[in-house]
């Protein structure tokens, strides 16, 4: 797969930050059940608010056709465009309420985030690809896997190895060939004042 998606920092990163993006072409290659193990163990040992680790994954491999079919059905039209080409899908789902007192925790979605921002780190290591999507039907998800009031199914992930998007539809071949744009730090990195730019960063 040669399309150039590497960052192009203004300041150095490490490799692995660098070369994670989110490919809309897999290649039709399964991920091991054991690089997928090490995946949601790097999950488990995210950082979370009070160590609550709120998140729940459903997955779902083309090994079983009929398990992924359904859990491609949970996410809105036009991700399942391109995601069915994934070997894996999951629905990435989170607890609102502390599961110690049931108050509702703040950090729920912060901590998801976290966890599937920490796995795709691990990905990344072993030459997978990670694409995240909020365009799912929660609902639908809720019915399908009897997922719990209180627990919020909010993102789908689709794993693969990044292929050529030349066999693409033309609207996702040009998302996968355009170049990737990010804000400058001056834009978001402030000192004393939202909004204005820290000297750390001029
Ligand atoms: C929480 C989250 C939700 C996203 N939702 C979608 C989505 O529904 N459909 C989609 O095609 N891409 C989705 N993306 C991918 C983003 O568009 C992508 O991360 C962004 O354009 C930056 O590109 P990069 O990941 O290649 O650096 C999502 C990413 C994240 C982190």
């Known amino acids: 797969m040669n399309v150039p998606k590497q960052a192009t920092p203004d300041h150095p990163i490490h490799e692995l930050v660098a070369k994670r993006w989110s490919p ?3 290649e039709d290659r399964p991920v091991s059940d054991s690089d997928l193990r090490s995946i ?9 608010s009070y160590n609550e680790q709120p998140w729940a994954y459903i997955v779902a491999t083309k ?9 491609l059905s ?3 039209e036009g991700n399942q465009g391109w995601a069915k080409a994934a070997p894996v899908l999951a629905i990435g789902c989170t607890n609102l309420r502390f599961s110690r007192n049931g108050k509702p925790n703040s950090a729920a979605l912060h901590d998801l985030g976290l966890a599937s921002a920490t796995l795709t780190v691990e990905a990344s290591s072993r030459g997978i690809f990670v694409h995240q999507m909020i365009g799912i039907l929660p609902e639908k998800a809720r019915e399908i896997y ?6 919020q199914p909010l993102t789908g ?3 693969g190895y990044a292929a050529d998007p030349k066999a693409l539809p033309d609207a996702f ?8 744009t990010r804000k400058s730090l001056t834009e978001f990195v402030f000192s004393g004042e939202f909004g204005a730019t820290s000297n750390i960063v001029k």
Do not use: K, N, T
């Open 24 to 26: 809309y072409a897999f």
């Open 40 to 48: 949601f163990e790097a999950a488990r040992w995210a950082a979370s």
């Open 63 to 71: 090994a079983q056709p009929q398990e992924f079919e359904l859990l």
């Open 74 to 76: 949970c996410l809105v």
């Open 146 to 151: 009897h997922i719990p009031e209180g627990v």
């Open 157 to 159: 992930l689709a794993f």
């Open 173 to 180: 071949r040009d998302r996968d060939l355009a170049p990737r």
